[in-house]
């Protein structure tokens, strides 16, 4: 294939539309919704979707929806709270040990249902060298940060070269001892994680965690796991995160599917967090009771490795919790089993 005709990242609706992925009559609606969120979709995931399948679950995370205009009231365009704890460009400071370091606003894909689909797009940028100074001086200036977590948009848009001067300038802060990378690259784009990106993100004597984000087990394609494993290889271990999303992962068969995969690929699964109140995404939230439910159906039927912690993101910025489901009574004296049985437990004193 020459490069000319490479395949390339569809960043319209009218390149949907031409690769079967919205019908004709849609355009104009779909336009409107375009407009107002970023587009993209990777070679990788357009070659995924099924075009038979109207409810394709990777066409529903990535190709946009009409429903996406319908703004609820309790939806909010900052749904974590990201910038009441922004203290400078490009942190967020929420928890004393860990920070946010976000040094890009742009993502491989938009996913329809992001946290920040407010803040990320193309043509957003990202942090200037200016900017990126003051914010790895506040880093410097607050030593209870033990781990930073690059994340933005997607940090391994950036080039490797960009990517190991920003590790290796944390590297030199004596208390960060931990860094973390948000990405959904290694599934979305897998050719994009090469042996130099790999190296950019390893610093001898520093831990490196890659969180991957991976919401539907058709993600993890061959070339998907490829890329996984040479992170893994490497020596960088990876988790996941994925979020419950109804139509694409809210049936137990899939999310279980999906956790085994990941381990299979020896990537430990971390969060399932509930879907955020991102606006223009209702049509795409399960709700706590759903989710505490498939959280049961996983328990005991998978192995305990195939378990993530089911979390809410308390709007307003309140930080994580986890929502359950809860097995012991209120008193302690009564636990229940993956079966749904109760079982006493001995008074405690
Ligand atoms: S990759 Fe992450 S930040 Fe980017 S659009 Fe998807 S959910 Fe949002």
């Known amino acids: 294939m020459t490069a000319a005709a490479r395949p390339t990242t569809l960043r319209d609706v009218d390149e949907l539309c031409e690769r079967a992925l919205v ?17 993209a979709i990777t070679p990788a995931m357009a070659e ?91 880093i410097r200036a607050y030593p209870q940060i033990w781990e930073v977590i690059l994340t933005g948009g997607d940090p391994l848009v950036l080039s490797a070269r960009r990517l190991k001067a920003v590790v290796a300038r944390l590297a030199e802060i004596a208390h960060v001892k931990v ?15 090469s042996a130099a990106l790999v190296r950019a993100l390893r610093v001898p004597g520093q831990a490196t965690f890659v969180v991957l984000h991976v919401n539907h087990p058709r993600e993890l394609t061959g070339k998907a796991r490829a890329a996984c494993a040479r992170l893994v290889d ?14 694409v992962n809210d049936d137990a068969e899939t999310l279980g599917a999906l956790m085994r995969a990941l381990v299979e690929c020896r990537i430990k699964p971390f969060y399932l967090h509930h879907a955020d109140l991102a606006p223009g995404t209702a049509h795409l939230r399960t709700t706590i009771a759903q989710g505490q439910a498939l959280m049961r159906a996983l328990r005991g039927r998978y192995s305990g490795l195939c378990q993530p912690a089911y979390v809410l993101d308390i709007p307003g910025g309140y930080g994580k919790s986890p929502i359950g489901p809860n097995y012991l009574s209120e008193d302690a004296a009564l636990v229940e089993d993956f079966n749904g049985r109760r079982h006493r437990y001995p008074p405690q004193r």
């Open 48 to 138: 995924l979707i099924d075009r038979g399948d109207r409810d394709d679950p990777i066409a529903r995370q990535f190709v946009p929806d009409a429903r996406e205009l319908d703004v609820r009231p309790d939806e909010r365009g900052d749904p974590i709270g990201d910038h009441a704890f922004t203290p400078v460009e490009g942190i967020v400071h929420r928890y004393p040990d860990r920070a946010l370091l976000k040094l890009v606003n742009a993502c491989a894909v938009y996913c329809r249902f992001c946290f920040r689909r407010e803040m990320v797009g193309p043509g957003r940028g990202g942090l200037s060298p200016k900017a990126l100074k003051a914010a790895l001086d506040y």
């Open 234 to 247: 490497a020596g960088i271990p990876l988790l996941s995160q994925s979020v419950l999303l109804r139509g």
């Open 179 to 193: 860094i973390r990378v948000h990405t959904r690259v290694p599934v979305v784009a897998p050719e994009r994680i």
């Open 23 to 39: 019908p004709r009559e849609r355009v104009a609606e779909l336009a409107e919704v375009a407009a107002r969120y970023a587009v």
